[in-house]
């Protein structure tokens, strides 16, 4: 936010592909929440 003003400027842009820059702006934010490993799913097995 510029002082002088009181609004807010465009100053770039964030593209998908730059996953290390999303990266860290959540982790400055405290937003970003880390990849759970997971298993594979378990299927349910019907009883006869």
């Not at 964030?14 to 290390?20: A, E, G, L, N, V």
């Not at 702006?25 to 405290?30: A, I, Y």
């Amino acid at each position: 936010m510029d002082p002088q003003e009181d609004s807010m400027k465009i100053i770039g842009f964030i593209k998908r592909h730059q996953r290390d820059v999303i990266e860290k702006v959540l982790q400055d934010c405290g937003l970003w929440e880390e990849d759970v490993a997971r298993g594979r799913p378990v299927q349910e097995m019907a009883v006869s």
